[in-house]
Each structure stands twice: as C-alpha cells, then as structure tokens.
C-alpha cells in the first residue's frame, strides 16, 4: 500500500484527496519507481480543482512529473536502484502520475537523474524549470546571445518564469520580467531581473506593431499577452512559447512576423526526444545554483496538495512548489 493524491468522477461529479491505494492498481508500465518528490504545476492545478479538462480516464493520479528510486525493473536502460526523473509524455493526464508514493511507467518515459541533483533539487526544477531551459535553448539555436538585447519573461512569478529568469540572467541576459503581481518586484530581481513591468501593460488588447523593446521573449501566458510580446519584439527576434496561462487564443495580426522577420518558435516539453531531455537536464543541473532555487522553491506534504493547487489557480503560488513523497504519511 501506498499514500496518493487520486481524482475520481462519477455522476455525482469529480471528488479529490489524499487516499491509500494498492501497489496491484498501478498502471502498466516496464519499470517500477519509488518516488520521492514531485511537484504541483499549472496543469495538476487544472486536473485537481476541475478546471481544465486534463484528465482523460479516471481514476487518475494526477502529477506530470517525478523523481525517484527505481524498485523494479524489465527495462534494460535501467536497474533497481538508480534515479530517475520524468517529465510529461500524457502522466498524470492519460497515466498515473507522480503524486503517489509508487508510480509505474514506460521506462522510455524515463531519463537518468543527473549526478549531484537530490529528488527534491530535480523537483524543484520539474518540468517548469525544464520547459524554461528547452525555451532557451529554443532561442539559442535562432542566434538569440545577450549582446542582442533584452529578454522578456512573462509570467514571471509563476514557476516556469521564476526559473526563466534565474537561467536567462546566469547566462549573462538583461532580463525584464513581466508580472501581474509587483509586489514580487524584490523576488525577481533577487532572480536576477533587471526590470520588473506590470502584466498590465500586456494583457489588454494592443497594437499589432509596437516600439521594437526587446529581442527576445519566453512566454508562458499566451493570448494578449503574447500578441503585445511579438509586437514589441526587435527586428529578426524570437518568441519562445509553452504556456496559455491568460488563453489560447492569439489575437494579432501577421505584420511583426512578415514586416520585422520576428519567429514564434513553439515549445512542447511533452515529448521531447530523449536526447533532448538528457541534454536540457544537463545544462539545468550546470547551470542552477542552489541559492536560486531555494528562493523559488517551497516544499510541502501530499496533505497540502489540493490546498495549493486551489490557491495556485487563484494566483497566490509564487515560484515551484516540491511535494516530499518520502517523508508523506
């Protein structure tokens, strides 16, 4: 037996909490995982409270991402005993996810735990800070360097952007950081942000060709947000999207992309191949000093974890949140 979060539906209508569940309910899957921390992201928030259609089969634990101990294995990548991390590939949507105490998955879903990360430092990174870095680098190959200019981070305060913005600003970038709260403007420029804007500024309808601020933007908001980004974005800039946190939608006009040479470069963490996960891993555990990510970072119990995903859909979660499965009762 073991303690998880699990959503279930019936026509009564959806019912979440921390329950015990059998380890003979786990899900098919190749390797076996004790897992030790996850985390609670946009998307758990959405499967969580109900209010986003995430879920796609139920029962479901919900959790897109984990790190842990590998207890059993019929994968020959890995063995009992090694550390693992997972990222996306329909978990905690489609599959049991990362927010129980076992988790049983494919093993090519899995990728090696980098050496000197613990479980609680890949989960604060989590797919937040792993999606950050694949923007990046998505930018990188466009030719984006600092010298080019500044780079907006929009929702900065939330996870995704709070590491944006430490990597962007350890990697030498001027970082302006877009936030609907300022009373976070200590928080993100402690990050590593050298100007901290209003979301407002952004988030209303605008002009589809705008005073030329920035050369790049890493967007996780999407809608009018978005559509303001690539409309002050500097002649052969980049956007890199991953997120729709305002909406899907995307009311602009195709003048910053044909009359400017502007790239919107989209972003899908997913179901990235493995190289790619191996590799952005990597740079993530090089480039992200402990000190930063203890100050993105809170840690709390599988107890906490619907509490925080309502409060994370209300605006109020700042940075990442790790959920400690190895010390959960």
């Not at 026509?11 to 390797?31: I, M, N, Y």
């Not at 969580?48 to 020959?76: C, L, N, Q, W, Y």
Request: hydrophobic share 45%; with cysteine; glycine share 10%.
């Amino acid at each position: 037996m073991f303690q998880a979060i699990l959503i279930e539906k019936d026509d009564a209508g959806q019912r979440v909490g921390k329950t015990e569940v059998s380890e003979d309910r786990l899900p098919a899957g190749d390797v076996t995982v004790r897992v030790e921390a996850s985390t609670i992201n946009y998307k758990d928030a959405l499967a969580i409270t109900g209010k986003g259609p995430i879920v796609r089969s139920f029962p479901m634990v919900p959790g897109i991402d984990f790190a842990g101990v590998v207890e059993h294995s019929d994968h020959p990548g890995f063995s009992p005993g090694d550390r693992v991390v997972l990222n996306g590939w329909g978990v905690g949507e489609q599959h049991w996810g990362g927010l129980a105490q076992r988790a049983r998955v494919r093993g090519d879903w899995l990728i090696h735990l980098p050496d000197g990360l613990t479980s609680l430092n890949a989960m604060a990174i989590g797919t937040a800070g792993y999606t950050a870095m694949l923007c990046i680098v998505a930018l990188e190959r466009f030719g984006i360097v600092p010298a080019r200019g500044d780079v907006l981070v929009t929702g900065a305060s939330g996870g995704v952007g709070s590491i944006a913005v430490a990597l962007l600003s350890r990697l030498g970038y001027s970082v302006v950081a877009s936030t609907g709260r300022m009373s976070e403007e200590a928080y993100l420029k402690e990050l590593g942000a050298a100007e901290v804007i209003d979301r407002q500024t952004l988030a209303e309808p605008g002009k589809p060709l705008q005073k030329e601020r920035w050369a790049a933007v890493v967007d996780s908001v999407g809608s009018h947000t978005l559509a303001n980004a690539c409309a002050a974005t500097k002649a052969d800039g980049a956007i890199a999207a991953c997120g729709m946190a305002q909406g899907l939608d995307f009311p602009t006009s195709v003048a910053p992309f044909i009359l400017r040479g502007v790239a919107l470069l989209g972003v899908n963490s997913v179901t990235r191949p493995v190289s790619e996960r191996v590799e952005a891993w990597r740079r993530l555990s090089e480039s992200l000093d402990a000190l930063k990510l203890d100050t993105v970072t809170r840690t709390v119990s599988l107890d906490q974890v619907v509490e925080v995903a309502h409060a994370l859909m209300a605006g109020k979660v700042r940075g990442r949140v790790v959920v400690d499965l190895a010390t959960s009762a």
